[in-house]
């Protein structure tokens, strides 16, 4: 298994489950949308407050958040209201993961809106655990961004020129991207375990995923890296796009919201094929044979540890005296 067939295996995987992508996009929409309204009103009373207001919807520029950040100061009101919203939309995110990993894995069944909603309300609690352990996974990204700014602090000082200085940022933001891909694909691949063995032992999967993805990076991660690229192309080429439509007439606002979510639209459908490109990695590690855990109850076993099914699970079924 390379990372190069694991992602033509991910898109089959995501090409037979095209109505699951159509159901995750669209209850990804509604769960954004409830958090977008509240973020809207917070981003225009804001532009309102900064010269760069009224290019906001024409040109976005980063000046625009930095004069925001500048002139109004603490917004604590703001991220009060921000934080919940952010941990709604991505306790959503999460549960609708469930499902799509739960799909993916099973694509040799006949797809059905239940068994998508099965897997979203099974695997949902593990994978928010998985979430909240998975700042272990970033802690490399925190140290390494620590590091080079107070090494290059120290060895070019304040009057830093700007050969250096460019340098410097340059081998930052390149380190910085490859550990957070670490991070996400740790996740991804402690997700794919938990999902593969039916385990809830998230803490411990997750420890597993960043250890393999540690010892083999180029295949671990050759998958995110080619999906990142491919979604930073189409991202440059949407925002060329999007800053020549003029969004203050009806019908080209119509045409603007239709790329917006035709855009949406393609990175599930990534996420689709770089999840199933890990599951397909995560079962070649594993053995071409490997199967599930099963659950087990004590109360369906017969005395020799066979499974009993039926009338055989009932102890009077077999006494003489029954019946």
Same mark, same amino acid.
């Given at each position: 298994?390379?990372?190069?067939?694991?992602? /033509?295996?991910?898109?089959?995987?995501?090409? #037979? !489950?095209? #109505?699951?992508?159509?159901?995750?996009?669209?209850?990804?929409?509604?769960?954004?949308? =409830?958090?977008?309204?509240?973020?809207?009103? /917070?981003?225009?009373?804001?532009? $309102?407050?900064?010269?760069?207001?009224?290019?906001?919807?024409?040109?976005?520029?980063?000046?625009?958040?930095?004069?925001?950040?500048?002139?109004?100061? %603490?917004?604590?009101?703001?991220?009060?209201?921000?934080?919940?919203?952010?941990?709604?939309?991505?306790?959503?995110? &999460?549960?609708?993961?469930?499902?799509?990993?739960?799909?993916?894995?099973?694509?040799?069944?006949?797809?059905? %809106?239940?068994?998508?909603?099965?897997?979203?309300?099974?695997?949902?609690?593990?994978?928010?655990?998985?979430?909240?352990?998975?700042?272990?996974?970033?802690? %490399?990204?925190? =140290?390494?961004?620590?590091?080079?700014?107070?090494?290059?602090?120290? /060895?070019?000082?304040?009057?830093?020129?700007?050969?250096?200085?460019?340098?410097?940022?340059?081998?930052?933001?390149?380190?910085?991207?490859?550990?957070?891909?670490?991070?996400?694909? &740790?996740?991804?691949?402690?997700?794919?375990?938990?999902?593969?063995?039916?385990?809830?032992?998230?803490?411990?999967?997750?420890?597993?995923?960043?250890?393999?993805?540690?010892?083999?990076?180029?295949?671990?991660?050759?998958?995110?890296?080619?999906?990142?690229?491919l979604f930073g192309a189409v991202?440059?080429?949407?925002?060329k796009v999007a800053n020549f =439509?003029?969004?203050? &007439?009806?019908?080209?606002?119509?045409?603007?919201?239709?790329?917006?979510?035709?855009?949406?639209?393609?990175? /599930?459908?990534? #996420?689709?094929?770089?999840?199933?490109?890990?599951?397909?990695?995560?079962?070649?590690?594993?053995?071409?044979?490997?199967? %599930?855990?099963?659950? =087990?109850?004590?109360?369906?076993?017969?005395?020799?540890?066979?499974? !009993?099914?039926?009338?055989?699970?009932?102890?009077?079924?077999?006494?003489? $005296?029954?019946?």
């Amino acid at each position: 298994m390379n990372a190069l067939r694991a992602l /033509i295996l991910g898109w089959e995987k995501a090409k #037979r !489950r095209k #109505r699951a992508v159509a159901l995750y996009w669209a209850f990804h929409t509604l769960i954004a949308l =409830v958090a977008a309204v509240p973020l809207a009103g /917070i981003g225009i009373t804001q532009a $309102a407050r900064t010269r760069y207001g009224d290019e906001l919807l024409r040109d976005f520029d980063l000046m625009f958040v930095l004069e925001a950040a500048y002139r109004v100061g %603490p917004l604590d009101w703001a991220v009060f209201i921000l934080v919940p919203l952010l941990m709604l939309l991505h306790v959503g995110v &999460v549960y609708l993961n469930g499902g799509a990993l739960h799909v993916l894995r099973r694509d040799n069944e006949a797809y059905s %809106p239940a068994l998508f909603w099965g897997g979203a309300g099974l695997y949902f609690w593990r994978f928010l655990r998985v979430s909240l352990y998975s700042v272990l996974a970033w802690v %490399p990204l925190f =140290v390494v961004n620590g590091a080079i700014r107070k090494g290059a602090g120290k /060895i070019w000082g304040e009057g830093m020129v700007g050969g250096p200085v460019f340098v410097a940022t340059q081998v930052r933001i390149a380190l910085l991207v490859l550990l957070a891909g670490y991070a996400v694909s &740790v996740v991804d691949y402690a997700r794919a375990r938990l999902a593969a063995e039916n385990s809830r032992r998230a803490f411990k999967q997750l420890i597993a995923a960043m250890v393999f993805v540690a010892r083999r990076p180029w295949l671990a991660m050759g998958p995110w890296a080619a999906l990142a690229i491919l979604f930073g192309a189409v991202s440059a080429l949407y925002l060329k796009v999007a800053n020549f =439509v003029p969004v203050t &007439v009806m019908p080209a606002a119509i045409l603007m919201i239709v790329l917006q979510q035709a855009f949406i639209l393609m990175r /599930i459908s990534l #996420r689709f094929i770089g999840w199933g490109a890990v599951i397909e990695i995560d079962a070649a590690a594993r053995g071409e044979g490997h199967e %599930p855990e099963q659950e =087990v109850f004590s109360h369906v076993h017969g005395g020799d540890g066979s499974l !009993r099914a039926g009338a055989e699970a009932d102890p009077e079924a077999e006494s003489p $005296a029954a019946g």
